[in-house]
């Protein structure tokens, strides 16, 4: 089946999601654009031959030759967008974060739940990578021992001017909330935000660097470093410190070269070039499981828990208190596979 997809928000991701489609995946075409941002719609639908442009999103939503939907539009858009595809029963995949608030997020689970069929897949393509999946894969194995610790930096060279201190916690913290959750198999009970000296590279009014602390359920902490204006290049680490051992990302740089007595090699320009392959894994997967009928990725739950995680870091940030993560149980609907 070739799963025809009507885009939502065709800004650097969204661009960047069609181009795998047409280019690089098999199974799927790119059917109808839509962007708030008309000029931009038409400059995109001018490389997708018969892609149809919509005025609105819900137009987008109802086109008899939309299968799916992919929302790549911005973060407080998306409960609207999600909430249109679950109502017209379409699958739909929806970029990180699912909605910027917990409650945002509770109402797309009640539209999901009641239309009964998991129909949302969230854009955490970490769980994707290689690294992540190696890593996890050493996890489960047990011969490391428990976890105790994980280490976890995310640094980006620059940040869009419309960047807030909020977004290093809702759109930069986001993934290792995430993939903390999935590598640990368990929720974050807890979170606590410490801002140290602030960069002199950071845009006025933004506090950067900042650490999150995360707590797990099972008693394991991480931290995060967020630095959103590292300037160098985009580096993402990670190391789990387990009570027989350790494992950590390795360098993601294809070659080392050794020259005049150093050495080095490449660090990766943004996350586009980063986390190239799970891109494409994450949208191929998504694209295989609508042409079954099935949901595979992470949905609704994942993302409700992380951005009730997120909701409680935000409080940590305005108040510089340890804040608990206030969650219910995961409902029997969106149990884990066995
Ligand atoms: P962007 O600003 O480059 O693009 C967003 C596009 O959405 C713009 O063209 C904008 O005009 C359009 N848009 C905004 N509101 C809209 C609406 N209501 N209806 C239709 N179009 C609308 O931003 P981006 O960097 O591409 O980010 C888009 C989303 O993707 C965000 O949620 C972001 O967090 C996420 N993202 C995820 C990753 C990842 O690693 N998974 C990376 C980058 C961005
Ligand atoms: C961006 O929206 C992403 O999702 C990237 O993966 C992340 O590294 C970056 O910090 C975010 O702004």
Redo the contacts with the bound molecule.
């Keep these: 089946m070739n799963v025809r997809v009507g885009v939502?928000?065709?800004?650097?991701?969204?661009q960047d999601h069609i181009r795998r489609i047409t280019q690089v995946l098999t199974g799927g075409s790119v059917t109808a654009v839509?962007?708030?941002?008309a000029a931009?719609a038409g400059q995109v639908a001018a490389g997708l031959p018969g892609a149809h442009i919509h005025d609105t999103?819900a137009a987008l939503v109802a086109d008899d030759n939309v299968d799916a939907i992919l929302v790549?539009?911005?973060?407080p858009?998306?409960e609207?967008?999600v909430l249109a595809a679950i109502a017209a029963g379409k699958p739909v995949f929806c970029?990180?974060?699912l909605a910027p608030s917990s409650a945002a997020c509770q109402r797309i689970m009640d539209a999901e739940t009641a239309a009964g069929r998991r129909l949302t897949q969230v854009?955490?393509?970490r769980r994707y990578d290689a690294g992540y999946r190696a890593m996890k894969a050493a996890l489960d194995d047990g011969t490391l021992g428990p976890p105790l610790l994980m280490h976890c930096a995310h640094r980006n060279p620059s940040v869009?001017p419309y960047f807030t201190t909020e977004m290093s916690i809702s759109?930069s913290a986001v993934?290792e909330i995430d993939i903390a959750r999935w590598l640990f198999g368990e929720e974050i009970t807890a979170a606590t935000v410490l801002s140290p000296r602030r960069s002199g590279q950071a845009p006025d009014g933004v506090r950067d660097p900042l650490i999150l602390i995360l707590e797990m359920a099972g008693g394991a902490l991480v931290d995060d470093e967020l630095f959103v204006n590292a300037r160098y290049g985009y580096d993402v680490r990670g190391e789990v410190v387990c009570e027989t051992g350790t494992v950590a990302l390795a360098d993601t740089s294809e070659v080392t070269v050794r020259t005049a007595n150093r050495h080095g090699g490449r660090v990766p320009v943004d996350?586009r070039d980063r986390?190239i392959r799970a891109?494409d894994t994450e949208l191929q997967e998504w694209l295989d499981a609508v042409a079954a009928g099935t949901s595979t990725g992470p949905g609704t739950w994942d993302g409700y828990a992380a951005a009730a995680v997120t909701d409680a870091a935000l409080e940590a940030l305005r108040t510089g208190q340890r804040t608990a993560v206030t969650m219910p149980e995961r409902p029997d609907f969106y149990a884990k596979a066995p």
Excluded: L
């Design positions: 939502i928000g065709v800004g650097m991701i969204g839509n962007d708030v941002d931009r999103a790549a539009s911005w973060g858009a998306h609207e967008q970029e990180k974060p854009g955490f393509m869009p759109d993934h996350w986390f891109y």
